[in-house]
């Protein structure tokens, strides 16, 4: 079921790169021809502005909604449990006394 998702997840995010990348900059639809027309006359240039505005909206909510489905998917299959208590051995507790007398060793001259 993931790794199905993951695909849909990934074949949107190039439909998105594709719709992103066939809309002018000015919002002109297409980038065909200065003129009347875009696609063969098809529709106009407006018109095609919209439909593409449309289509990148409907695949960016489809990524999302992919993308919180993974992200629910994810976090199923994860433990739950806290690092610390995932640990073996658990560190002994020492004091600051013992950190003390290993750090300053008073039979080692300071200076000569």
């Known amino acids: 079921m993931e790794s199905v998702l993951l695909v849909i997840h990934l074949i ?8 992103v990348l066939l809309q002018r900059s000015e919002g002109g639809g297409l980038g065909i021809g ?5 696609l063969g006359n098809l529709a106009t240039a407006h ?9 990148t909206a409907i695949a960016a909510g489809c990524f999302f909604i992919t993308s919180l489905l ?12 806290s690092v610390l208590d995932a ?13 003390v007398e290993e750090v300053v060793d008073p039979k080692v001259p300071i200076s000569e």
Do not use: F
């Open 12 to 19: 949107v995010a190039l439909v998105i790169i594709l719709l």
């Open 34 to 38: 200065g003129g009347g027309g875009g």
């Open 47 to 55: 018109g095609a502005a919209n439909m593409l505005t449309r289509a």
């Open 70 to 81: 993974l992200g629910i998917l994810a976090s199923r299959g994860s433990n739950t449990q």
């Open 87 to 99: 640990l073996d051995n658990p560190v002994a507790a020492v004091s600051a006394e013992q950190v």
